[in-house]
């Protein structure tokens, strides 16, 4: 299986400061017909997880563009260009080129 | 409004047996493909399985091959996971969600919670 990998797994941050969080991918997401099947998403505690980005950098409808996504072959990585509060809670990346899908571990992003 | 309410988790022992049922309202149910995706405290997100339009086609994780069995219902827009054999490392909330290909997984239930445990 595709093994997903993110960092750092803890991230403070102050209130309107940016913030990163890098995914590395065991393998190369680049499918067959072309398109790389990185998604990001976040969950907030007690909440599912919300799908943010799709294919690398694409937002889904009502998602700041605070938020940005970015990479290509094994090397992403979520922008927040002004943390919020409402941006707490935890961030998986998961690919979707290879079956099984598989998640990375989660960042959690807290306030400091 | 897109709805997915899953239903059925609860406390069973291992080796014991649990279906999971996901009621979908808001969407055409039989024109998606559908996946039931978990979380455990020690393993995080987990895809578990999914199902094609009719039914005739599954996948499963290599965890529960053999043991889970995913199955739909498009004139009553269920989906079901039938879990036999149940194992501690089987704990964990248990979502559906409408498939999204590569894409992963936009609308998702609110979760059914299943503890494995004597």
């Known amino acids: 299986d595709v093994v997903m990998s993110q960092s750092p797994l803890s991230l403070p941050v102050t209130l309107g400061q940016p913030a990163s969080i890098s995914c590395r991918s065991s393998?190369?997401?680049?499918?067959?017909?072309?398109?790389?099947?990185l998604t990001w998403f976040h969950q907030r505690p007690g909440q599912s997880p919300r799908r943010l980005i799709y294919?690398?950098?694409n937002r889904d409808s009502g998602v700041p563009d605070r938020l940005s996504g970015s990479g290509s072959g094994t090397d992403f990585t979520l922008k927040i260009s002004r943390v919020e509060a409402a941006d707490v809670g935890i961030y998986y990346c998961m690919q979707g080129t290879h079956w099984p899908h598989t998640f990375g571990q989660g960042t959690k992003l807290e306030i400091k | 409004e897109v709805r997915l309410v899953e239903s059925g988790g609860g406390l069973v022992q291992p080796g014991g047996s649990l279906r999971l049922s996901c009621a979908v309202s808001?969407?055409?149910?039989?024109?998606?493909?559908m996946s039931w995706v978990r979380q455990s405290p020690g393993k995080g997100l987990e895809w578990v399985a999914n199902i094609n339009l009719d039914g005739s086609e599954k996948h499963y994780v290599d965890s529960v091959k053999g043991r889970f069995t995913i199955s739909r219902d498009n004139a009553k827009n269920s989906l079901y996971l039938q879990m036999n054999n149940l194992r501690a490392d089987d704990t964990a909330v248990y979502y559906c969600?409408?498939?999204?290909?590569?894409?992963?997984?936009?609308?998702w239930g609110q979760g059914t919670l299943v503890t494995v445990s004597s």
């Open positions: 808001g969407f055409t149910f039989s024109t998606y493909w």
């Open positions: 969600a409408r498939d999204g290909g590569g894409s992963g997984w936009y609308y």
């Open positions: 393998q190369s997401l680049v499918y067959s017909d072309g398109n790389t099947y």
């Open positions: 294919k690398v950098s």
